[in-house]
């Protein structure tokens, strides 16, 4: 018998409409200024204006910090805390998919300890809670606006940092699934994928529960089910909400139970070529699963299951294959060549995989030589 802990956002407000709704939750709270943590094309798009609107409705001075790239970087993290400070924020609200949310969290935990947010790599570092952050989440994949994980490059080292601590959960998150229906299909593709990896790695973890398996399992089913709809059928509302229920599960699944090196490898992937960690995820998930098939047969064929009884184009696949034909289905690339990786960089991609602390719960821990095997199956076309 073992003690599990159980971490979440505690406020959580999802389904259509749920921004409005959460509004009058903040204004309560006595804040007074407020920095908006966000990228350039939501700026660009109004959605940064139409939040900061809605908090200066509720008495809240705001201001806009806009220059989160694609994979926050170490650079973000400190520009965002020289715009905390000139603004003299009392709240981070991050407006965004994964990359706002994890640039905020790094503002926010380093904003209330100190140092720099390198300082913070790894587990439970930090001695006091970050600073309140509002999470408002506009994609449907990484569940950073409800977790305790934040990933940030360090472009010196060419490595994405995972930081994993209990004093990083948002005080609020908010799901609206109306802010989604804008998502380009690629984008809906690439993160729905990345929820469906969080599910497949939480549940064979070596520290999986039944409450992370019953949100796994649930998140299998709605992504077989829903994800090339939303991909199909952008403004779907149906689709877009149950696309963002199985991302937030799939983020109550990994936040408990971790990840795997799914995770590992393709945060390398990430800070080494900057590109998009849902499509590594989705690259690297039926070639680390083949692997872990030797020891979670069992639970990988459950899922499999899964899969093949929420989708007619998955009929009687099994899970690895299943992976593959949604992953065709919903437009990712097929192989790492085609996204740019060079094989003369497995040693060093493999080497700095195997430190990643999200390898520690995968349910075979191996060594360099095997790594480096996975990226050469990834590599040619699936």
């Known amino acids: 018998m073992t003690v599990s802990e159980f971490f979440m956002t505690?406020?959580?407000v999802l389904g259509p409409g749920a921004l409005d709704q959460a509004m009058p939750i903040v204004g309560r709270m006595g804040f007074k200024k407020a920095l908006i943590i966000t990228d350039s094309d939501l700026a660009k798009l109004g959605m940064a204006k139409l939040v900061a609107d809605k908090l200066i409705a509720q008495g809240i001075n705001t201001a806009i910090f806009d220059q989160v790239q694609p994979n926050p970087t170490v650079g973000n993290v400190n520009a965002g805390l020289e715009a905390l400070k000139a603004h003299g924020a009392d709240m981070i609200v991050s407006l965004g998919g994964g990359s706002s949310h994890d640039c905020a969290k790094g503002v926010a935990l380093v904003a209330s300890n100190g140092g720099k947010i390198a300082d913070y790599e790894g587990v439970d570092k930090s001695a006091k809670p970050q600073l309140p952050l509002l999470a408002i989440n506009t994609t449907a994949g990484t569940a950073s606006e409800m977790t305790r994980f934040t990933i940030i490059t360090d472009e010196t080292r060419h490595v994405k940092m995972a930081i994993i601590d209990r004093h990083i959960t948002?005080?609020?998150s908010v799901n609206d699934s109306e802010l989604m229906e804008g998502m380009p299909a690629s984008l809906t593709a690439a993160t729905g994928m990345d929820a469906l990896t969080h599910a497949v790695e939480a549940y064979v973890s070596t520290i999986?529960?039944?409450?992370?398996?019953?949100?796994a399992v649930k998140v299998?089913?709605?992504v077989a089910k829903y994800l090339p709809i939303a991909v199909r059928e952008p403004?779907?509302?149906?689709?877009r909400e149950q696309m963002a229920y199985a991302q937030f599960l799939g983020g109550m699944a990994f936040n408990n139970a971790s990840l795997g090196y799914v995770h590992a490898m393709a945060h390398q992937l990430g800070g080494f070529y900057d590109?998009?960690?849902g499509v590594c995820n989705a690259l690297l998930l039926p070639h680390v699963q083949a692997f872990n098939m030797q020891a979670v047969k069992g639970r990988l064929d459950e899922l499999g299951k899964i899969l093949s009884d929420n989708n007619p184009d998955l009929k009687g696949l099994d899970v690895i294959a299943a992976i593959k034909k949604l992953a065709d289905i919903v437009g990712i690339p097929k192989s790492l060549e085609e996204l740019g990786v060079k094989r003369e960089d497995f040693s060093v991609l493999a080497e700095n995989a195997l430190k990643d602390v999200c390898g520690a719960t995968n349910p075979i821990q191996t060594d360099k030589k095997t790594i480096v095997g996975i990226f050469e199956e990834a590599f040619g076309a699936r």
């Open 10 to 12: 505690p406020h959580n």
């Open 170 to 172: 948002p005080f609020l």
């Open 208 to 215: 999986a529960t039944p409450i992370t398996d019953a949100c």
């Open 220 to 222: 299998v089913e709605l």
């Open 235 to 239: 403004h779907n509302k149906k689709a």
């Open 275 to 277: 590109l998009p960690h």
